[in-house]
C-alpha cells in the first residue's frame, strides 16, 4: 500500500517536472528580448557621439549629434515630449576614455528602473570593458566611461553613462515641460564641455 503511494507520489512530481520543463521550453526567444527593451511605441531619439573638427587650434573634439532621416544634426536644442516613453539611443564612436568628475556619474539614474541596456559596441573598442554585450546595468564601471549625458530636469537628474566602445539605450519619461540643461559629466574636452551642440546642450521638453 505505502508502496503505491509512493510510486503516485513519483508520478506526480515527474509530470509536474515536465511540466515545468516543458512550460519553459514554451517560453519564445523574443520574450527575453522583448523584456529587456520593451516599449515598442517609445517615442526614439538616436544621439552619435563622435569626433568632429573644432577648430584649428584644438582639431578634433568628441561631439554628441542627433541622428535626424540618415543626417546628423547639432544637439545644441534637443526636443522631447513630454508624458510619453522616450527611447534614447547612444551610438559612440569614441575610443577615449574619460572617466566622470565625479564617482556619482557612474550610476545610472533617472531612467526608468533606474537602468540601460548595452548594446552591441563598436567592433574592438569593447574591450575595455568587462560587461556583456545585451544587458541591463543600473551603473558602469567608473574606468570604462567616456561620456555621459546628463540632463537636470525640474526634479530629478537624469543620468546615462557611456561605455566606451558600447551603444546605450536608455527609456526615460519627462513629466514637465519646459527648458533643460544637458551636459556630458566627463573631462573629455575643456572647450566642448562648454559649447552647445558639443557636450552640452538645452532639452526643449514639449
Ligand atoms: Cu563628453
Request: negative net charge.
Amino acid at each position: 500500500m505505502e508502496r503505491k503511494i509512493y510510486l503516485v507520489l513519483a508520478v506526480v512530481t515527474s509530470a509536474i517536472l515536465i511540466g515545468l520543463s516543458a512550460g519553459a521550453i514554451y517560453v519564445p526567444p523574443a520574450q527575453s528580448s522583448q523584456s529587456a527593451l520593451p516599449y515598442n511605441n517609445a517615442y526614439t531619439i538616436t544621439l552619435v557621439v563622435k569626433d568632429s573638427y573644432f577648430n584649428s587650434t584644438l582639431g578634433m573634439e568628441p561631439a554628441f549629434y542627433v541622428l535626424q532621416n540618415g543626417t546628423l544634426s547639432s544637439s545644441s536644442v534637443i526636443r522631447l515630449p513630454v508624458g510619453e516613453i522616450i527611447r534614447m539611443n547612444i551610438v559612440s564612436y569614441d575610443t577615449m576614455v574619460s572617466p566622470p568628475f565625479s564617482t556619482s556619474y557612474s550610476q545610472v539614474m533617472g531612467t526608468i528602473d533606474n537602468q540601460i541596456t548595452l548594446l552591441r559596441g563598436n567592433t574592438s573598442l569593447a574591450s575595455y570593458s568587462t560587461l556583456s554585450h545585451g544587458i541591463s546595468v543600473s551603473s558602469i564601471p567608473y574606468a570604462d566611461i567616456s561620456h555621459t549625458f546628463t540632463i537636470g530636469l525640474a526634479n530629478e537628474t537624469v543620468n546615462i553613462p557611456v561605455e566606451t566602445g558600447y551603444n546605450v539605450t536608455a527609456f526615460l519619461e519627462i513629466g514637465q515641460p519646459g527648458t533643460y540643461s544637458w551636459g556630458c559629466m566627463c573631462p573629455c574636452g575643456d572647450v566642448p564641455m562648454g559649447t552647445p551642440g558639443w557636450m552640452m546642450g538645452a532639452i526643449e521638453a514639449y
